[in-house]
T-cell receptor, first 114, second 110 residues
């Protein structure tokens, strides 16, 4: 069974559209994350949630809004998509967000904005 | 500030050892990680080392940590074609964030 899953795997859309990416983990973890990997493969954290509460919110445009309906899900909604939003978005989870924990990553969602 | 640096490319001959190096800046990092990303795939945790260790060995993988110099390395013995991937060094910063390096693309020559 997949521990951290994301849907969709691929997303191609026009500039200006609004889209959502979903993430689910079945590991029983309390903390979930969203990362963005740009075309140069650089990975940067965007958000983290612990038990549905926002913990980390890096400098991300407010067009990006994470939503955590329960601790097993962390969805990412993006409004008014721009060309620069094209990237691979990775979801991850860890048991409680402590800095001694490892994070488990989903397979990534490849977003292409045309 | 928080920063992790790696060289971008490494090419080795099949059967040789690969050594991927990384430097980090946050001296309070408790855990340091190596992740592997195969083409078109997600991130896979390869190994990690706790900051009070100097070395960790796991089959073909050896991690060396020089905490004084904030230098981390990953050695892959007997490199195989299946080891072709991007390898990311990462530190868990004092703010409990995982900070990644830019990744080192390892290619294998026959």
């Amino acid at each position: 069974d997949t521990a951290v899953s994301q849907t969709p795997k691929y997303l191609v859309t026009q500039m200006g559209n609004d889209k959502s990416i979903k993430c689910e983990q079945n590991l029983g973890h309390d903390t979930m994350y969203w990362y963005k990997q740009d075309s140069k493969k650089f990975l940067k954290i965007m958000f983290s949630y612990n038990n549905k509460e926002l913990i980390i919110n890096e400098t991300v445009p407010n067009r990006f809004s994470p939503k955590s309906p329960d601790k097993a899900h962390l969805n990412l909604h993006i409004n008014s998509l721009e060309l620069g939003d094209s990237a691979v978005y990775f979801c991850a989870s860890s048991p409680s967000g402590g800095n001694q924990e490892t994070q488990y990553f989903g397979p990534g969602t490849r977003l292409l904005v045309l | 500030g928080e920063d992790v640096e790696q060289s971008l490319f490494l090419s080795v001959r099949e059967g040789d050892s690969s050594v991927i190096n990384c430097t980090y800046t946050d001296s309070s990092s408790t855990y340091l990680y190596w992740y592997k990303q195969e083409p078109g795939a997600g991130l896979q945790l390869l190994t990690y080392i706790f900051s009070n260790m100097d070395m960790k060995q796991d089959q073909r993988l050896t991690v060396l940590l020089n905490k004084k110099d904030k230098h981390l390395s990953l050695r892959i013995a007997d490199t195989q074609t299946g080891d072709s991937a991007i390898y990311f060094c990462a530190e868990c910063s004092s703010a409990s964030k995982i900070i990644f390096g830019s990744g080192t693309r390892l290619s294998i020559r026959p």
